[in-house]
């Protein structure tokens, strides 16, 4: 079993595809490639030159980086060509539709907090009537069992006294 060779990326997919930062591996740097540190995690990076003034993510900690443009470079010396416009527009693209996710992402929490929102409201009011007839039941109960009570008292005090207590009975002697 033998290790098969890597397939050559040809120039034109290399120049098509996304602008994407490396690992710094100081043997396959071209000497056009810009090399700077992650300001968030000093990781070493190396990008292509068309890389200049782009916002890319650190290979190592992810955090969004801006890549320096060279010194002694201004930003349109990496516009000139149709590929490396294409190439910062796809990259823009890809941070556009990023940006786009991450909002329609966020819209859908905001949507589920108002939803929460709302049912939360919608029981608080619930219990908030439940509470409120109990209370009035209750007040019902109490004000039926005072006019219970009261009549109760009317009755009793119109009522013949009760018959004397009989006599209690001898207890009966001990065996
Ligand atoms: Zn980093």
């Keep these: 079993m033998s290790d098969l060779p890597e397939t050559p990326v040809s120039e034109q997919a290399r120049h098509a595809g996304p602008v994407s930062s490396r690992e710094l591996d100081p043997e396959e740097i071209p000497s056009t490639d810009i090399v700077f540190e992650c300001p968030h995690c000093a990781k070493s990076l190396s990008i292509d030159q068309r890389g200049a003034g782009l916002v890319i993510r650190c290979t ?3 955090e969004p980086v801006t890549v320096p443009i060279p010194e002694g470079m201004a930003i349109e010396d990496f516009d000139a060509t149709p590929e490396e416009l294409s190439a910062q527009l ?3 693209r890809q941070t556009l539709s990023r940006a786009q996710r991450r909002i329609a992402e966020l819209e859908a929490e905001v949507a589920a907090f108002a939803a929460f929102r709302e049912e939360t409201k919608r029981a608080r009011t619930a219990a908030e009537e439940a509470v409120s007839s109990l209370r009035l039941a209750l007040a019902r109960t109490l004000r039926e069992q005072e006019a219970a009570f009261a009549s109760a008292k009317e009755a009793l005090a119109l009522a013949v006294p009760p018959p004397p207590v009989p ?3 001898a ?5």
């Design 90 to 92: 796809l990259n823009t």
């Design 167 to 169: 006599e209690k009975a």
């Design 60 to 62: 190592q900690c992810g």
């Design 171 to 175: 207890e009966p002697a001990k065996a």
